[in-house]
């Protein structure tokens, strides 16, 4: 089993800056990509970043230029910059991998942390 660990939600001001962390821990995978989405409230859960095992990433359209995708080892950073009020959102990290064992493919969900943008 694989955890997923999110921190570094929290209030920020519109204008502001917030960085959240994902930290995947547990059985050993081989991870392909490590992704961003967002949730607000009565809406769909929407895709936000993904960056893959190469390096390549994408954003979504409203966040171009305004948020970062990184990575390092087994953790995804997801660094927010000029954030806006519609940022407003419940944000998951998703993992997904290959078991080195059985070349099954696995997908987890982190337990999401709250980013709240308000004045």
């Known amino acids: 089993q694989v955890q997923l660990v999110e921190s570094g939600g929290g209030l920020v001001q519109p204008g502001g800056s917030l960085r959240l962390s994902c930290a995947a821990s547990?059985?050993?995978?081989?991870?392909?990509?490590m992704e961003w989405y967002r949730q607000a409230p009565g809406k769909q859960r929407e895709l936000v970043a993904t960056i893959t095992s190469t390096g390549a990433t994408n954003y979504a359209n409203s966040v171009k230029g305004r948020f970062t995708i990184s990575r390092n080892k087994n953790t995804v950073y997801l660094q927010m910059n000029s954030l806006k009020p519609e940022d407003m959102a419940v944000y998951y990290c998703?993992?997904?991998?290959?078991?080195?064992?059985?070349?099954?493919?696995?997908?987890?969900w982190g337990q999401g942390t709250q980013v709240t943008v308000s004045s």
């Open positions: 547990g059985s050993i995978f081989d991870i392909n990509s």
């Open positions: 998703y993992v997904v991998g290959v078991s080195p064992y059985n070349g099954d493919e696995y997908a987890y």
